[in-house]
């Protein structure tokens, strides 16, 4: 919080985007608290001005709502080039300020 603090402070025009915390195959064992984090990450961006949350959690879910394993590597936890490609869309929508929920002016 005190970063947010003092970018606003500092730089009130600077927009900060957060990235969720993503589900992985090796750490599917910790999704209440990964749930519970990002729950807490979103709910602090919504309260201040220029801090956006991007929800790349749900991008890398299968239909039925289990991790995508297709995203990762066969470690379970870093991505495999697929997963940047699920990433993509949500921040390529934050930083064009277009689809997914945002709406802003552009810079």
């Not at 947010?4 to 750490?27: C, D, G, Q, R, Y």
């Not at 297709?70 to 991505?79: A, E, K, R, S, T």
Request: aromatic residues 10%; proline residues 6%; contains cysteine.
């Amino acid at each position: 919080m005190r970063f947010v603090e003092l970018l606003s402070k500092n730089f009130p025009s600077t927009l900060l985007a957060v990235i969720s915390i993503k589900p992985s195959p090796l750490e599917w064992d910790n999704l209440p608290r990964i749930n519970e984090t990002n729950a807490l990450i979103r709910d602090l961006a919504s309260k201040v001005a220029n801090v956006a949350f991007l929800n790349v959690f749900e991008k890398m879910l299968g239909p039925d709502g289990s991790c995508r394993r297709d995203l990762f590597q066969d470690d379970g936890v870093h991505m495999a080039p697929a997963g940047y490609t699920a990433w993509k869309d949500v921040v390529m929508s934050y930083l064009t300020g277009e689809g997914a929920g945002f709406h802003r002016e552009r810079h």
